[in-house]
């Protein structure tokens, strides 16, 4: 199996891997999408989520005016 690369967080959290209580406090505050590709490790499909929080970038907690995916 190829190495995976590791994505950080916002809050240097390993995302879709670690607990991170940065993004679970920013999951239930308003902000910018700010997005990114992340293959999880139970998974070989590159998922696109939130550095911030690890929602979807289209999720309604993200305000406009934040990059487009």
Same mark, same amino acid.
Do not use: F, N
């Given at each position: &199996?190829a +190495?995976? %690369?590791?994505? /950080?967080?916002a809050? $240097?959290? %390993? /995302? &879709?891997q670690d @607990?991170?209580? #940065?993004? +679970? !406090? $920013? !999951? $239930? =505050?308003?902000?910018?999408? +700010?997005?990114v590709?992340?293959v999880?490790s139970?998974t070989? =499909?590159?998922r =696109?989520?939130?550095?911030r929080c690890? /929602?979807r970038? @289209?999720?309604r907690?993200?305000t406009?005016g #934040?990059?487009?995916?």
């Amino acid at each position: &199996m190829a +190495d995976r %690369v590791r994505v /950080l967080c916002a809050h $240097e959290y %390993v /995302l &879709m891997q670690d @607990s991170c209580p #940065g993004c +679970d !406090a $920013e !999951a $239930e =505050t308003p902000h910018q999408a +700010d997005p990114v590709r992340v293959v999880p490790s139970w998974t070989s =499909t590159p998922r =696109t989520c939130c550095r911030r929080c690890a /929602l979807r970038p @289209s999720d309604r907690i993200h305000t406009k005016g #934040g990059p487009r995916v």
